[in-house]
């Protein structure tokens, strides 16, 4: 019974910012790597941020500077920052996360439910 919940979604201005949240409860051993990954309209789902147990981090080109990623591993909880935002960066966000839910049981990739960002005028 693992659940990803995603919230900070809503309705931006260009250039305004955002802070997503995304918190792992239920079972839980240990968590690997966590992301996320967005997708527009008519468009294939892409990495957006990505961070390893270690801290070490991964951007897609198009949120270099702008986006970052952390996590809090006492809260089991991963955070995109998100500021001067783009009409591009409209879409779906998705939280995933890499968790062992047991000692005995092998980790899987975890999704959650997703947060509508939009960004316009």
């Known amino acids: 019974q693992v659940q990803l919940v995603e919230s900070g979604g809503g309705l931006v201005q260009p250039g305004g910012s955002l802070r997503l949240s995304c918190a792992a409860s239920?079972?839980?051993?240990?968590?690997?790597?966590m992301g996320w990954y967005r997708q527009a309209p008519g468009k294939q789902r892409e990495l957006v941020a990505a961070i390893a147990s270690g801290g070490s981090t991964n951007y897609a080109d198009s949120v270099k500077g702008r986006f970052t990623i952390s996590r809090d591993n006492a809260k089991n909880t991963v955070y995109l920052q998100m500021n001067s935002l783009k009409p591009e960066d409209t879409a779906v966000y998705y939280c995933?996360?890499?968790?062992?839910?047991?000692?005995?049981?092998?980790?899987?990739?975890?999704w959650g439910q997703g947060t509508q960002v939009t960004v316009s005028s």
């Open positions: 239920g079972s839980i051993f240990s968590i690997y790597h």
């Open positions: 995933s996360a890499n968790i062992k839910p047991k000692s005995y049981l092998p980790a899987r990739d975890y």
